[in-house]
């Protein structure tokens, strides 16, 4: 089932909305800016092995935890920073799903330089497969499985899929001119 589709039948209600407000205005829309882009690299590292929900809910922990996903300053963190992050009650405290959020800010800082964006350098290597994604990601990137990759790059408008065609929803994320359609029509 699509998560367009599961989002109906979701109780209780807080439940439902908390997904509904993810999937009607996030999900699938292309990201601009590099450091939201980050933000949301980390926060499908950190759904690696428990639900979405959970990551959703700790969505405002993480943006405070880690500088509203600043990549600068998320790339200068220091051991103290690490041991904040892991004593952190309201993110996910795992090690080395923080020490790839570190490594990965200093990754982007270095693609920045090369290609001046985060986003630039996604967007010079697309169109690719998933398979094709997948192995670029884990020759650039850590903690960047399978399943990270492809949500990471379907919610943020590099990959089809995030919407069936028939969600109200998906006509508004092409208006947005994501990667994948962009490159449909040319």
Same mark, same amino acid.
Request: proline share 3%.
């Given at each position: %089932?699509? !998560?367009?589709?599961?989002?109906?039948? %979701?109780?209780?209600?807080?439940?439902?909305?908390?997904?509904? +407000? !993810?999937?009607? +205005?996030?999900?699938?829309?292309?990201?601009?800016?590099?450091?939201?882009?980050?933000?949301?690299?980390?926060? &499908? $590292?950190?759904?690696?092995?428990?639900?979405?929900?959970?990551?959703?809910?700790?969505?405002?922990?993480?943006?405070?935890? !880690?500088? +509203?996903?600043? $990549?600068?300053?998320?790339?200068?963190?220091?051991?103290?920073?690490?041991?904040?992050?892991?004593?952190?009650?309201?993110?996910?405290? +795992?090690?080395?799903?923080?020490?790839?959020?570190?490594?990965?800010?200093?990754? $982007?800082? &270095?693609?920045?330089?090369?290609?001046?964006?985060?986003?630039?350098?996604?967007?010079?290597?697309?169109?690719?497969?998933?398979?094709?994604? %997948?192995?670029?990601?884990?020759?650039?990137?850590?903690? #960047?499985?399978? &399943?990270?990759?492809? &949500?990471?790059? %379907?919610? #943020?408008?590099?990959?089809?899929?995030?919407?069936?065609?028939?969600?109200?929803?998906?006509?508004?994320?092409?208006?947005?001119?994501?990667?994948?359609?962009?490159?449909?029509?040319?």
């Amino acid at each position: %089932m699509s !998560y367009c589709l599961a989002i109906e039948g %979701m109780q209780p209600e807080s439940r439902k909305e908390l997904h509904k +407000n !993810y999937h009607d +205005n996030y999900y699938g829309f292309p990201i601009h800016d590099d450091n939201e882009l980050f933000g949301r690299l980390i926060l &499908e $590292i950190n759904q690696a092995g428990l639900s979405w929900e959970t990551v959703l809910k700790k969505e405002d922990s993480f943006r405070i935890a !880690y500088d +509203n996903f600043n $990549i600068r300053k998320i790339a200068a963190y220091t051991e103290e920073d690490r041991e904040r992050l892991l004593n952190d009650s309201g993110i996910i405290r +795992n090690k080395l799903k923080v020490n790839a959020a570190i490594e990965n800010a200093r990754t $982007i800082l &270095e693609l920045q330089k090369e290609f001046g964006s985060f986003e630039k350098w996604l967007e010079y290597n697309h169109p690719l497969t998933l398979q094709e994604w %997948m192995k670029l990601f884990k020759k650039t990137f850590k903690f #960047t499985g399978g &399943e990270i990759v492809n &949500e990471f790059l %379907m919610s #943020t408008g590099y990959l089809k899929g995030a919407h069936h065609e028939t969600c109200p929803i998906h006509s508004k994320v092409l208006a947005q001119k994501p990667l994948w359609k962009r490159n449909l029509d040319h």
